[in-house]
């Protein structure tokens, strides 16, 4: 199981931190998902930086697993909120199935820290 949570954490790392930098240094493509979600690119900033914050928690949480827990824990209920962002602005429900995709991710890795 350790080589599961591994694995989800890095692969969790390594797709949180360049959108969470993408956000925080506002690229064109990020302000249009602000815009399209009716959000003010200081708030995408915000969520870029907890995305980058929580990148980096799983990462020490490798060593310190209470820490990559609670880090999952946050993106997990972080891609909760854009998934219901998405469908309550009347997107379809692909448009929602990346951050579901990674709320469960998260979530799994969670799980995974626990069981070890």
């Not at 390594?14 to 990020?30: E, N, T, Y």
């Not at 914050?53 to 946050?74: F, I, K, M």
Request: overall charge positive; charged content about 10%.
């Amino acid at each position: 199981m350790r080589t599961a949570q591994i694995i989800t954490a890095v692969v969790l790392a390594l797709v949180f931190l360049p959108l969470g930098v993408a956000k925080i240094a506002a690229v064109r493509v990020m302000r249009q998902a602000a815009a399209h979600l009716g959000l003010s690119p200081g708030f995408y900033r915000v969520v870029g930086t907890l995305e980058v914050a929580g990148a980096g928690g799983l990462l020490v949480g490798l060593v310190r697993s209470p820490l990559g827990a609670a880090a999952a824990t946050g993106l997990a209920l972080l891609m909760g909120a854009a998934a219901v962002a998405h469908l309550r602005h009347g997107d379809p429900l692909v448009r929602a199935l990346p951050a579901t995709l990674l709320m469960v991710v998260a979530g799994a890795n969670v799980a995974l820290s626990a069981a070890c």
